[in-house]
Nanobody, 123 residues
Framework: VQLQASGGGLVQAGGSLRLSCAASGRTFSSYAMGWFRQAPGKEREFVAAISWSGGSTHYADSVKGRFTISRDNAKNTVYLQMNSLKPEDTAVYYC?????????????????WGQGTLVTVSS
């Protein structure tokens, strides 16, 4: 599946953004999906993941309670709603797909990656 992330931008601390990741192909509903991020000078890290049906989600501790991952299989799209943003959330955000019912939390769990969208949170 090919993935296209969008929705990044510049926002003040405390603000919100919603990222979208549109997938091509007819098999999107067979994919568990994840969001990862990479800040300047840092390694890529897991943010959130959702099972193929949307019935199960998982979050990194750093975003739990602030971010929400969801999906619309009819639209072949996964979302990341980000609220109460902090400067430390600044990063390039990537969506990733894994042809499995269940998600993973490591980068190597995912076979398909989008191009990334930049989120900048100013203080």
């Amino acid at each position: 599946v090919q993935l296209q992330a969008s929705g990044g931008g510049l926002v003040q601390a405390g603000g919100s953004l919603r990222l979208s990741c549109a997938a091509s192909g007819r098999t999107f509903s067979s994919y568990a999906m994840g969001w990862f991020r990479q800040a300047p000078g840092k390694e890529r890290e897991f943010v959130a993941a959702i099972s193929w049906s949307g019935g199960s989600t998982h979050y990194a501790d750093s975003v739990k309670g602030r971010f929400t991952i969801s999906r619309d299989n009819a639209k072949n799209t996964v979302y990341l709603q980000m609220n109460s943003l902090k400067p430390e959330d600044t990063a390039v955000y990537y969506c990733a797909g894994r042809r499995s019912r269940d998600y993973g939390t490591a980068g190597y769990d995912y076979s398909d990656w989008g191009q990334g969208t930049l989120v900048t949170v100013s203080s």
